[in-house]
């Protein structure tokens, strides 16, 4: 039955489904948004569960960054990338 297929989400996995959903929803009236929006949920969905502290900060960033891009006069959006560290 489509019940045993369901997945159940964590509150934390919830309130960041919801999250990218707003992101989507603001990203949509500023042309060239949605796929760098994509791109850092996409980057940052492999990020372990068990990371919860780590999660919970690029959640409240990202609450952050969602009032920004919600203002009329954000035009863009600037990432800051920490560089990957040889292995």
């Known amino acids: 039955s489509v019940l045993k297929t369901m997945v159940r989400h964590s509150k934390l996995?919830?309130?960041v489904l919801g999250l990218y959903?707003?992101?989507?929803?603001?990203?949509?009236?500023?042309p060239?948004?949605?796929?760098r929006i994509?791109?850092?949920?996409?980057t940052n969905a492999r990020i372990p569960k068990s990371e919860v502290m780590?999660?919970?900060y690029?959640?409240?960033?990202?609450?952050?960054?969602?009032?920004l891009l919600k203002d009329p006069?954000?035009?863009?959006?600037?990432?800051f990338?920490?560089?990957r560290r040889e292995e």
């Open 13 to 15: 996995q919830k309130q």
């Open 38 to 42: 994509r791109e850092e949920f996409r």
């Open 21 to 30: 959903r707003q992101f989507l929803r603001a990203g949509k009236e500023k």
């Open 73 to 79: 006069c954000t035009k863009q959006l600037g990432a």
């Open 54 to 56: 780590y999660i919970e």
């Open 32 to 35: 060239g948004f949605l796929p």
């Open 58 to 67: 690029l959640f409240r960033r990202a609450q952050r960054q969602l009032e």
């Open 81 to 83: 990338v920490k560089p």
